[in-house]
């Protein structure tokens, strides 16, 4: 967790850009996967601003560009002694808006998708991001930052993202304070209610990137929160 997530063009999601200080529109983008470039908010000198990024974290120390390690999700428990992720966790903050994402659980044998959305239909959910110059070539990337699972999230996967709420998103944002270890934004429960509902297992190929995917096949669960 996080394997994939939808960028769905909605008044919620332009609500949440709006929070963020940013006067752009993303455009809709389904079934998006690591490695795809995705947007990434970044608070510069000049304010928030919003870039593209790819979505799998290349150190700026990297030799070069490649997928040997899983870097595409960070988790909170290691982010201030990673190698990786450690520089970045001190300075190099943002978010990743999104308006819902995938997870699979196992049902009978067989590898499930769901989709999860809440009643916004938007998601800030906390990204590191790092520069890595090489190839006479400068790459902007990013990784989502994940936390064990919610108690009731738990039966889909043992992962899930930090979704910030409002509070939390500037301090996230303001990479002049550091952020704890252990920081109450990290905690394992629900923040708001998430709905999930079933999607067809096509989803799975992420070559797939029609918006019809996101439709339901069977009744939503609802998950309140903690």
């Excluded at 990784?143 to 889909?156: G, H, I, N, S």
């Excluded at 409002?166 to 002049?176: I, T």
């Amino acid at each position: 967790m996080c394997g994939r997530f939808n960028v769905i063009d909605s008044p919620g999601l332009q609500q949440l850009l709006q929070d963020l200080g940013i006067d752009l529109q993303l455009p809709t983008r389904a079934n998006i996967a690591p490695t795809e470039a995705v947007g990434l908010v970044r608070a510069l000198p000049a304010g928030n601003q919003l870039d593209a990024a790819r979505w799998w974290l290349t150190p700026s120390w990297a030799p070069a560009v490649d997928q040997k390690y899983s870097m595409f999700n960070a988790r909170s428990e290691t982010l201030a002694s990673s190698r990786a992720f450690k520089a970045p966790f001190q300075r190099q903050r943002g978010i990743v808006p999104m308006s819902s994402f995938i997870e699979w659980r196992s049902e009978g044998g067989v590898k499930q998708p769901w989709l999860v959305s809440n009643a916004q239909g938007a998601f800030a959910a906390a990204a590191l991001w790092d520069i890595w110059n090489g190839d006479g070539s400068e790459l902007l990337s990013c990784t989502l930052v994940t936390t064990a699972a919610a108690p009731p999230f738990e039966p889909w996967h043992k992962r899930m993202p930090v979704v910030l709420d409002a509070q939390e998103q500037a301090r996230w944002l303001d990479n002049s304070q550091l952020i704890a270890a252990k920081d109450p934004l990290f905690r394992s429960e629900l923040k708001q209610q998430w709905r999930l509902s079933p999607l067809s297992r096509e989803v799975g190929n992420a070559r797939n990137k029609s918006e019809d995917l996101l439709r339901a096949v069977a009744e939503a669960v609802v998950l309140d929160p903690d």
